[in-house]
């Protein structure tokens, strides 16, 4: 009931493209819900980040889609560029305990 | 730049043998929190202070240990190392007790 499932394992995608990754979980205690960004070679980076009040959030070309009754929620990269090309986790936590996280979907963004 | 410092980057060693990685956490932040990344692997939770206390255990082996000094600054301890010890270690620091937080550049680990 802990786990994360992540989807795809890996991903590649055009420029221009939308990327998608999507997550889901068990845990209806969880409470937040971030997306880190992992380049090869250097820590990951927190992305962006929503909490289940709301069923999305945007930050430029970055949006976080929730879905509270599927436990399901989505990362969407709109205009996928080279540079995005990394890799994508999700993660969770409930009552800021630590997070638990998702495999990871390696990204490649094609030219 | 997160603002967490990690050190050493590199580190080569032998079977066997014992090394300490130290990380720096940003200022102010209370909790430092080790993962172990092997290659084209998720992160792996190792362990998690606030504030110089144990908060919580992940999947360490008992040849690890760690510690966070009165400063704040935590230092991860690997004993005997084996071949399959070979990765990246990161840190992470946050000001309270959630995880996640800000990631530091990793120490990356070779065991010949």
């Known amino acids: 009931q802990q786990q994360v499932k992540q989807s795809p394992q890996s991903l590649i995608v055009q420029k221009g493209g939308i990327s998608i990754i999507n997550c889901a979980y068990e845990?209806?205690?969880?409470?937040?819900f971030p997306w880190y960004q992992q380049f090869p070679g250097k820590g990951p980076a927190l992305l962006i980040a929503i909490r289940p009040d709301v069923s999305e959030k945007k930050e430029g070309r970055f949006t976080i889609s929730f879905n509270k009754s599927a436990k399901q929620f989505s990362l969407h990269i709109m205009d996928s560029q080279p540079g995005d090309s990394a890799t994508y986790f999700c993660?969770?936590?409930?009552?800021?305990?630590?997070?638990?996280w998702g495999a990871g979907t390696k990204l490649i963004i094609k030219p | 730049d997160s603002g967490v410092t990690q050190t050493p980057k590199h580190l080569i060693t032998a079977t066997g043998q014992r090394v300490t990685l130290r990380c720096s956490p940003r200022s102010g932040d209370l909790s430092v929190y080790w993962y172990q990344q092997s290659l084209d692997q998720g992160l792996q939770f190792l362990i998690h202070y606030y504030n110089g206390e144990e908060r919580a255990k992940g999947n360490i082996l008992e040849r690890f240990s760690a510690q966070q000094f009165p400063d704040l600054h935590s230092e991860l301890n690997l004993s005997s190392l084996e071949l399959g010890d070979s990765a990246l270690y990161f840190c992470?620091?946050?000001?309270?007790?959630?995880?996640?937080?800000?990631f530091g550049p990793g120490t990356r680990l070779t065991v010949l």
């Open positions: 992470a620091s946050s000001p309270r007790t959630s995880g996640g937080g800000f």
């Open positions: 845990n209806t205690a969880f409470d937040y």
């Open positions: 993660a969770a936590s409930r009552n800021n305990y630590q997070l638990i």
